[in-house]
């Protein structure tokens, strides 16, 4: 593995359906994080963690949960999926939280 | 409220100079940061300025004014693959990221 992978690369979901993605890193990262993209909107955050053990929300969290069990994964899950939580979802990492993130080749979502 | 404002999108000729200018509001500065993303590809970091002035490196040079709330991407000798969004964010006073929309450039022959 090098830097960031995702999976699934994409999925359609039945809504109402439990869906838990993906996101390693190998690059011992301190803090990762979970963005949705959604056309003509900015990247948004859904929730982070800035270090093994510990996470928090961000500015779209309503849905979604996270853990970080260790440094390389964090996972996001949606507990019941809607339509509309239909997205590209990227996960990004950094250093230290404070500095630039690198992100993953994202998820492409779709709730029907 | 925390605003970032990019164009929506810009047009230029392949060989040319464009400037994509972004201006901001936000709860603090800590930084602001470039990104380019090929359509159905992730964000790849282009450039970060956290003092007032140019940072050069390339084809690619990226101006800050933190008095002004505004940067600027200055992408010299265009070429095709240079057809991409470019996405402009502050990082705000919690060391979190505030995302514009985002310009797309359409580049042509």
């Known amino acids: 593995i090098a830097g960031i992978t995702q999976a699934p690369t994409s999925q359609i979901l039945a809504a109402g359906r439990r869906m838990t993605l993906r996101c390693t890193q190998d690059?011992?990262?301190?803090?990762m994080y979970w963005y949705r993209q959604d056309l003509g909107l900015g990247l948004r955050l859904i929730h982070y963690?800035?270090?093994?053990?510990?996470?928090g929300k961000g500015e779209v969290p309503d849905g979604y949960s996270v853990s970080r069990a260790n440094t390389d994964d964090f996972p996001l899950t949606l507990a019941s999926a809607v339509p509309s939580q239909t997205s590209v979802y990227f996960c990004?990492?950094?250093?230290?939280?404070?500095?630039?993130?690198?992100f993953g080749p994202g998820t492409r979502l779709t709730v029907l | 409220g925390q605003n970032i404002d990019q164009p929506t999108e810009m047009t230029a000729t392949e060989g040319a100079i464009v400037q994509i200018n972004c201006t901001y509001q936000?709860?603090?500065?800590?930084?602001l940061f470039w990104y380019q993303q090929h359509a159905g590809e992730a964000p790849t970091f282009l450039s970060y300025?956290?003092l007032d002035g140019l940072e050069e490196k390339g084809r690619f040079s990226s101006f800050l004014s933190r008095s002004k709330g505004y940067s600027y991407l200055l992408l010299k000798e265009l070429q095709m693959k240079d057809s991409a969004s470019y996405l402009c964010?502050?990082?705000?006073?919690?060391?979190?990221?505030?995302w514009g929309a985002g310009t797309k450039l359409i580049i042509k022959p």
């Open positions: 990004a990492s950094s250093t230290s939280g404070r500095d630039t993130q690198y």
């Open positions: 690059m011992r990262h301190n803090a």
């Open positions: 963690s800035n270090t093994a053990g510990t996470t």
């Open positions: 936000t709860s603090g500065f800590n930084g």
């Open positions: 300025n956290v």
């Open positions: 964010a502050v990082m705000d006073s919690n060391y979190q990221l505030i």
